[in-house]
T-cell receptor, first 111, second 114 residues
Framework: RKEVEQDPGPFNVPEGATVAFNCTYS??????FFWYRQDCRKEPKLLMS???SGNEDGRFTAQLNRASQYISLLIRDSKLSDSATYLC????????????FGAGTILRVKS | AAGVIQSPRHLIKEKRETATLKCYPI?????VYWYQQGPGQDPQFLIS???????DKGSIPDRFSAQQFSDYHSELNMSSLELGDSALYFC?????????????FGPGTRLTVL
């Protein structure tokens, strides 16, 4: 079982739709949480960090539930350019600062 | 803004050859990380350096070695290459003591072993 689990999708949604991704992590020692976005054959790009209080950046909202070890990402008003793989990522600082990635969720936004 | 620079962007090698990948972190970043992403897989952590010292080690084969230099750039040396080493190799950088957040990734080096 992977340390970070995500639904691989693909999620096929029309433009303007709201879509939500979920992620669970198994190691309670995880201390930092992120969503990265990765386009085909390109580097992961930081989308946002995730905090227990929840955080919002434009059309994107992320939430962390430490008790349930659950992370979510909500994308409102989807754009064609949102099509990508969304990687849920945790950082276990007890073992340095290495990032542990989920397998990613594929989002396809169609016109 | 300046980003992480990796070179070369593409590399083709034969089995049993050696390869050297280079990474130049974002200016003032002092921590460098190497990740390997195989086809259809998520990135896997290999090794990291903070202030020129190895700070953490992941699933890096013994055939691979790496170091960070005085100007904070890092090199990943890969010897006795195998077909299974074909992958995207990403370097990421961050600032501060390991445990500080936010790693920024370079564009990657695509290594193909024939």
């Amino acid at each position: 079982r992977k340390e970070v689990e995500q639904d691989p999708g693909p999620f096929n949604v029309p433009e303007g739709a709201t879509v939500a991704f979920n992620c669970t992590y198994s190691n309670s020692a995880s201390q930092s949480f992120f969503w990265y976005r990765q386009d085909c054959r390109k580097e992961p790009k930081l989308l946002m960090s995730v905090y227990s209080s929840g955080n919002e950046d434009g059309r994107f909202t992320a939430q962390l539930n430490r008790a349930s070890q659950y992370i979510s990402l909500l994308i409102r008003d989807s754009k064609l350019s949102d099509s990508a793989t969304y990687l849920c990522v945790v950082n276990r600082r007890e073992y340095g600062n290495k990032l542990v990635f989920g397998a990613g969720t594929i989002l396809r936004v169609k016109s | 803004a300046a980003g992480v620079i990796q070179s070369p962007r593409h590399l083709i090698k034969e089995k049993r050859e050696t390869a050297t990948l280079k990474c130049y972190p974002i200016p003032r970043h002092d921590t460098v990380y190497w990740y390997q992403q195989g086809p259809g897989q998520d990135p896997q952590f290999l090794i990291s350096f903070y202030e020129k010292m190895q700070s953490d080690k992941g699933s890096i084969p013994d055939r691979f070695s790496a170091q960070q230099f005085s100007d904070y750039h890092s090199e990943l040396n890969m010897s006795s290459l195998e077909l299974g080493d074909s992958a995207l190799y990403f370097c990421a950088s961050s600032w501060g003591t390991p445990g500080r957040d936010t790693q920024y990734f370079g564009p990657g080096t695509r290594l193909t072993v024939l």
